[in-house]
């Protein structure tokens, strides 16, 4: 099962931010949060993952609290080529612990 | 590097038919996985390898369902007997030992009629 809890949908303005909050209140130290996403027809896109620091790359940045029961995926300046469903994840590590199980994520959708 | 890559990207068979479904996965990736993606319940890890081991085929849904793993470039899914319910679009991902992200293929919609 999923230890990840999302919205369902959401929506942005082009060319806002987008901020999509994801709630893991059960993970564990060893756990990182990753975010992936799919754009329709296509296979998962991975977009980022973190510990416990903020993490920033040329898609996204990754904002998770101090206490790591939840996160936020900002994707600064969105487009209308990010609508998709965006998917966060907690994902152990070694053997099947470090399997992506995959929930229902948010369905982001970039309105001009 | 071009990729994971599957093949065929459409397929549509008659029930009772064999099917089997190929990925390459990105070269020097030791883990590859196959997923199934539905509507109704959404990515379903099937099984994983490491090192062309098979590590965890608990999600394959029945003996139906076999996956191999030859050598490092090449996997396959093979359904025999298709049936109808088996209709799903297949991913096949890789990746590389540590906390690095799946790189997932475009994927194989499946069709069984």
């Known amino acids: 099962d999923a230890k990840t809890t999302q919205p369902p949908s959401m929506d942005c303005a082009e060319g806002r931010a987008a901020n999509l909050p994801c709630n893991h209140s059960?993970?564990?130290?060893?756990?990182?949060v990753y975010w992936y996403r799919q754009i329709h027809s296509q296979g998962p896109q991975y977009i980022i993952h973190g510990l416990k620091n903020n993490e920033t790359n040329e898609m996204a940045s990754l904002i998770i609290t101090e206490d790591r029961k939840s996160s936020t995926l900002i994707l600064p300046h969105a487009t209308l080529r990010d609508t998709a469903v965006y998917y966060c994840?907690?994902?152990?590590?070694?053997?099947?612990?470090?399997?992506?199980?995959f929930g229902k994520g948010t369905k982001l959708s970039v309105k001009p | 590097d071009a990729g994971v890559i599957q093949s065929p990207r459409h397929e549509v068979t008659e029930m009772g038919q064999e099917v089997t479904l190929r990925c390459k996965p990105i070269?020097?990736?030791?883990?590859l996985f196959w997923y199934r993606q539905t509507m109704m319940r959404g990515l379903e890890l099937l099984i994983y390898f490491n090192n062309n081991v098979p590590i965890d085929d608990s999600g394959m849904p029945e003996d139906r369902f076999s996956a191999k793993m030859p050598n490092a470039s090449f996997s396959t899914l093979k359904i025999q007997p298709s049936e109808p319910r088996d209709s799903a679009v297949y991913f096949c991902?890789?990746?590389?030992?540590?906390?690095?992200?799946?790189?997932f293929g475009s994927g194989t919609r499946l069709t069984v009629v």
């Open positions: 070269s020097g990736h030791d883990y």
């Open positions: 991902a890789s990746s590389s030992s540590g906390t690095g992200g799946y790189t």
């Open positions: 059960t993970i564990s130290g060893n756990e990182y």
């Open positions: 994840i907690v994902r152990g590590y070694g053997g099947s612990q470090g399997n992506l199980i």
